[in-house]
Structures are given as C-alpha cells and as structure tokens.
C-alpha cells in the first residue's frame, strides 16, 4: 500500500468528506499555515482516563485528532491542579465554554510564533470565521492574552 493510503488509514479519513487536507496536516504535528478557512471539526468530549482524540482538557488545552494542542493566543485559569477555589471555578468555566465553541462549528487552527510548548503541545490560534476563539475566552473573562508566562488566578 502506497504511504498516502496508508496514512489516510492510520488516521481513519477513509469516507470522511475531503477536509483531509487540515485534518492530514494537523494529525502530523503542525497547524496549517494558510489553511482555508474554518475546515476542520469534531464531536469533542470532556477529557477523561483512556485514550484521548478529540476532547477538551482545560480552557486552553484539547486534544485533536490524537494531538494536544494548547490555544497559543490565552492563558486559562489551571485545572491540574487549581490553586484555590475561584481559579477551579474559572478554570471550570473556561473549559466548558471551550468545549461547547470547539462543538459550535467547523474551526481553523493558524500556526503561533512557534511549533510547541515545553510540554510538547501544539501550539495553535483557534479561529472562527476569522476571529479567535481565545478572544471569545479572553471577553467572557475566562482567560487572558498570553504573555509569555503564566501568572496566579488566586487573589
């Protein structure tokens, strides 16, 4: 089997629609530069034990097609674990927010500055109809523009 057919097996595209293209370059580590707008989508879940393909885990990280990606453009209250009450509660509310815009649509993910985290995430901005969905984050005042550092939730 020639390596194209058997990539479009490994990453279960057979009888999907011909999106492939953004989900193919996606599924081999990178965000898709120039990428049409808004062709990608899934059913995402809530992260849980097993395995992990397309599910939120927090309000700035979610798998994708068997790959963690962080939303490069915001810094979200943390989850694992929260510092105090309020950062769980935010950090709660960003993640479902998160979870129900992944599901509102068909998204682009546009490469950031660089290609991953310390923690080996893809970074991404995730886009809707041009605009970013960690802004939406950022004007829910669920997260806040990233920095370059993280800074405490907790007052």
């Known amino acids: ?3 194209k057919a058997t990539r479009i097996r490994r ?3 057979i009888g999907k629609t011909m999106i492939p293209l953004a989900v193919g370059a996606m599924a081999f580590g990178t965000c898709v530069a120039g990428a049409s707008a808004d062709e990608l989508s899934a059913d995402f879940t809530i992260c849980g034990e097993g395995r992990r ?3 939120v885990v927090d309000g700035d990280t979610f798998w994708f097609q068997r790959q963690k990606v962080r939303v490069a453009d915001v810094d979200a209250p943390e989850l694992s674990p929260p510092r105090c009450e309020a950062e769980r ?3 709660m509310a960003a993640k479902q927010m998160l979870f129900a815009l992944l599901n ?3 998204f682009t993910l546009a490469p950031a500055d660089r290609d991953a985290d310390r923690y080996g995430r893809k970074l991404c901005i995730v886009l809707r109809n041009g605009q ?3 802004e939406m984050l ?3 005042k669920l997260a806040r523009p990233w920095t370059g550092s993280r800074r405490g939730w907790c007052d």
Request: include cysteine; charge should be positive.
């Open 89 to 91: 509660r935010s950090g």
């Open 104 to 106: 509102a649509g068909p």
């Open 11 to 13: 990453f279960g595209l």
């Open 53 to 55: 393909v397309n599910c």
């Open 138 to 140: 950022i004007a829910a």
């Open 132 to 134: 970013s969905i960690g």
């Open 1 to 3: 089997m020639n390596s």
